[in-house]
């Protein structure tokens, strides 16, 4: 794994050896069939491949294809600069963003490692697919 400053992103990348699992912890493929994670960009966002080896950026919650967006990964050469800050550490919002969570707010925020953000990954999109897949009133 290799994380840093790339410019203005804080990106953690999977080794090549580390993308399957990676991909299995998150269930990636439950949420973007075809996909593999190979990272996260700036905590909030996953860095997603699909089969034809494009790269694309989509927020960890929702993880949904609505939201994919093309993204260019650094060069494997590219060194990445090291924050000790951060090392090993992803920020979470503990209500996330998109069911009206702060950003802003300190005490919205913790730090989490990969196992941890990989079960809270899983259970908020559960939960944002279950309130989005809901019948409406008419059974629309």
Known sequence: MREG???????ILFDKEEIAAATDRYQIT???????VIGLRGWDDFLVRNSAGQVFCVPTVPLTPKYLERFTPPSRDEVLETDVR????????????????????????????HVQHA???RQWNERYRDLTSAPTRNGE
Do not use: R, T
């Open 5 to 11: 400053w790339s410019s203005d992103d804080y990106l």
């Open 30 to 36: 439950q949420f973007l069939p075809g996909f593999e």
């Open 86 to 113: 951060f090392k090993g550490k992803i920020k979470w919002y503990i209500h996330p963003v998109v069911f009206g969570g702060s950003p802003q707010a300190h005490e919205n925020m913790i730090w989490v490692d």
């Open 119 to 121: 079960e809270l990954v």
